[in-house]
């Protein structure tokens, strides 16, 4: 079967199994309550693999950078199914697809594999292609869209919203970031977040001289 073709069936495959699907815990970021978040998220981590790629020095084939996008579509498909052990549960619904899609059993479960490993985050992945899929999944929701997600962590109807958007910025999402950084495995993975960690500094320093006024007033105001 094409390497697109296959694709793009695993693809259609995440949406009609999620389709519909009630997530049972509310999120605090609202776009993250509709099964369609968790499909969005999961091409997401599809297209970070293949950025991951870009920057690193690797022999990989076309079959192999290919079972990793596989890994990357599939590896939340059952995430709203079974909260407590998707990893798992999820390795087990992409097997039996995919042993309908792909001649060999051994390739079905290289896939299964990554895909059951990649929860663990945190630990040291000897495999070069799964700690990729791993590195992949962690750059999602990180960056640019760290700002929207401070701007939805505070106080909207606050005066001084921005103000506490600036401060959730430096005081939470970039801390997380770093943390992050000393988690990637991949330096293309590393590198990316580097940048866009210099993006969320940047955009809070900037943020930080457009609501510049006299010193001592905006403290006056808050003891009001």
Not at 46 to 70: A, G, M, P
Not at 91 to 113: F, G, K, M, P, Y
Request: proline share 4%; glycine share 4%; hydrophobic share 40%.
């Amino acid at each position: 079967m094409p390497l697109d073709f296959l694709l793009n069936e695993a693809r259609l495959f995440l949406i009609d199994t999620l389709k519909g699907q009630p997530k049972t815990s509310k999120s605090p970021y609202p776009w993250r309550n509709n099964w369609k978040h968790l499909v969005l998220h999961s091409l997401r981590v599809e297209d970070n693999v293949v950025k991951i790629l870009e920057r690193e020095f690797h022999t990989l084939s076309d079959e192999k950078i290919q079972i990793i996008r596989l890994a990357a579509i599939l590896h939340d498909v059952a995430k709203y199914i079974d909260q407590r052990d998707h990893a798992n549960t999820g390795a087990t619904i992409a097997r039996e697809w995919l042993l309908d899609h792909i001649a060999s059993v051994e390739t079905v479960e290289r896939i299964a594999q990554m895909i059951s490993a990649h929860r663990k985050k945190r630990k040291i992945e000897p495999d070069f292609s799964t700690a990729i899929l791993k590195d992949a999944d962690m750059l999602d929701e990180i960056g640019a869209i760290s700002v929207f997600m401070a701007g939805r962590a505070v106080g909207r109807k606050s005066p001084f919203y921005l103000n506490e958007v600036c401060a959730r910025i430096n005081e939470v999402e970039v801390p997380r970031c770093e943390e992050l950084l000393e988690q990637l495995q991949t330096e293309g993975a590393k590198e990316i977040l580097r940048e866009r960690l210099e993006f969320m500094k940047t955009f809070a320093d900037q943020l930080i001289r457009e609501l510049r006024i006299e010193p001592g007033y905006e403290e006056l105001l808050q003891s009001m």
